[in-house]
């Protein structure tokens, strides 16, 4: 089963609004990370946060984490176009077989009106 | 920054072949490598991990002879998707850690994923 739930899973805002994605998870974890992907292509790391923080920035990019709520938060501040992509969060766990994997959520389609 | 190569970018092939992915780190080494599996709209699923010199770690339901990994060096690991069918048809997308994280999950280089289309 997934580990990450995102909602919404997709948003539509104009340039220049700031845009809010969601992240809630199953189990305890070590750190949890975003990543963007564009349509048809790899993904790019956006952001760590550890397990023992509650907010991290990035440039307009800031991330919460509730360890208590087992959520999290992506705030993409000022949106451009270029923005548009999928957004995913990941969680780092510990598999079945005794090693560490990341998992990722179902992801927000986020698209930028210019 | 290190890139992961992946190749190639897309592959149609008839029902019953076998089609072979690879995925490269250029600038770094990379013991192990990840493969995934990505549907239209979905999230990736991990299928398998992919040791230097050593077999690689299936995800459970994931068929070890239909999906064969091969990670003969340290910069390179190959998918081998055997006797495809339809069902295969998939976003196959590799990755590897970025070195010197203190974890190994802590920062992830993707390739730019492989779209297979079996008729």
């Known amino acids: 089963s997934q580990q990450g739930e995102e909602d919404p899973q997709a948003l539509s805002i104009q340039e220049g609004e700031n845009a809010t994605m969601n992240c809630s998870y199953k189990?305890?974890?070590?750190?949890l990370q975003w990543y963007r992907q564009n349509s048809g292509r790899g993904l790019v790391h956006l952001i760590l946060?550890?397990?023992?923080?509650r907010e991290k920035h990035s440039g307009r990019l800031r991330v919460t984490l509730d360890t208590s709520k087992k959520s999290s938060s992506l705030l993409i501040t000022a949106s451009r176009a270029a923005d548009t992509a999928s957004y995913f969060c990941?969680?780092?766990?510990?598999?079945?077989?005794?090693?560490?994997?990341?998992?990722f959520g179902t992801g927000t389609r986020l698209t930028i009106i210019p | 920054g290190a890139v992961v190569s992946q190749h190639p970018s897309w592959v149609i092939c008839k029902s019953g072949t076998s089609v072979k992915i690879e995925c490269r780190s250029l600038?770094?080494?990379?013991?192990?490598m990840f493969w995934y599996r990505q549907f239209p709209k979905q999230s990736l699923m991990l299928m398998a991990t992919?040791?230097?010199?050593?077999?690689?770690?299936?995800e459970q339901g994931v068929e070890k002879d239909k999906f064969l990994i091969n990670h003969a060096s340290l910069t390179l690991s190959t998918l081998t998707v055997t006797s495809a069918h339809p069902e295969d048809s998939s976003f196959y997308i590799c990755?590897?850690?970025?070195?010197?994280?203190?974890?190994?999950?802590?920062?992830?280089?993707f390739g730019s994923g492989t779209q297979l289309s079996v008729l």
């Open positions: 990941a969680t780092d766990i510990i598999s079945n077989f005794g090693n560490e994997k990341l998992t």
């Open positions: 992919s040791n230097e010199g050593s077999k690689a770690t299936y």
């Open positions: 946060i550890r397990s023992n923080e």
């Open positions: 600038d770094f080494q990379a013991t192990t």
């Open positions: 990755s590897a850690p970025v070195p010197g994280q203190g974890r190994p999950n802590e920062k992830l280089f």
């Open positions: 189990t305890s974890i070590n750190n």
